[in-house]
């Protein structure tokens, strides 16, 4: 039978909680006031930072923000505390032997990474750009720390 161990959780994990609740809150933030104003007026954004962009205004943008950089990390923060045994929630979780939880983590982690670098590319630098390179960076490093890992490692317990 496998079971997840009942350890106490380790310090990396509070500070892999927070990173996540940060990284979700300020997108959803983010996101949302781009789904509100597209043209970026209520972050002090400006449409010609996109005009060589694929994209017209900050909607579409906004979306994806919201969604894999707001309510993404804030799913995964739910799945981190609770460790809820979701079968659909395995779907994408390319580790076998460990929670999705942890795996979508990491997968957070790249996504906000790959979000900003993309970002540098289209648009100009702003400020907010490096301090969510290291929010993402965190996040791996958190995830990565082996007392992380172990806490969220499928164990076999035999029946005695």
Known sequence: MIIYESMNRPLFLYLLCVVQFFLGTSALFGGGMLLFK???????MDTDWIQDSPFKSYLIPGILLFTFNGIFP??????????PKWGWANKLNIYSGIHWAWTYSLFSGIIVIAWITVQQVLIQYFWLQPVMIFTGLLIIVFTLTPVVINYYKYHEHKNQ
Do not use: A, R
């Not at 597209?38 to 002090?44: C, E, I, K, M």
């Not at 804030?74 to 460790?83: D, P, S, V």
């Open 38 to 44: 597209p043209d970026g007026s209520l972050l002090n």
């Open 74 to 83: 804030l799913f995964i923060l739910f799945g981190l505390i609770i460790k």
